[in-house]
């Protein structure tokens, strides 16, 4: 989101296969990262320079602990390298993973069958139009 505004979101299934939560957030945010790094750099060539670092809100608090340290245990070592990137983005500051809790997560309407209380929260703090939502 660029001020209160949805600028871009990205749905893509993973190519890799997974053992762990950790691991499944920890890929979604690294390729949230990606998207990051990229629309930062096209808004730096608008002239547009953010100052400080851009948030990514994460319900895993393990993904948001291994961004910050690179733990190399039984529960982490096999994330590919490639995804280890999130890690230097994050020691640099360009991200900033945030905790944020399962029933606030934003994303979830696009990705997730919701109750529609749930649905029509998310869809409101996602500044879509609310419009008529049949029950």
Same mark, same amino acid.
């Given at each position: 989101m660029l001020s209160s505004e949805v600028v &871009?979101? &990205?749905l893509k299934k993973q190519q890799v296969v997974t053992l762990s939560s950790i691991e499944v957030e920890f890929? %979604? %945010?690294a390729s949230c990262a990606y998207q990051v790094v990229s629309l930062r750099r096209i808004l730096e060539e608008l002239h547009f320079h953010q100052?400080? &670092?851009t948030l990514i809100y994460c319900d895993n608090s393990s993904s948001i602990k291994l961004s910050k340290k690179l733990m190399?245990?039984?529960r982490s070592k096999h994330i590919d390298v490639r995804f280890h990137f999130l890690y230097d983005l994050t020691k640099e500051g360009v991200v900033e993973l945030i905790h944020c809790q399962c029933q606030n997560q934003i994303a979830d309407t696009l990705t997730k069958p919701l109750k529609l209380g749930a649905f029509v929260k998310l869809h409101g703090l996602l500044g879509v139009c609310s419009g008529f939502y049949i029950n």
């Open positions: &871009s979101w &990205s890929i %979604a %945010a100052e400080g &670092s190399l245990h039984g």
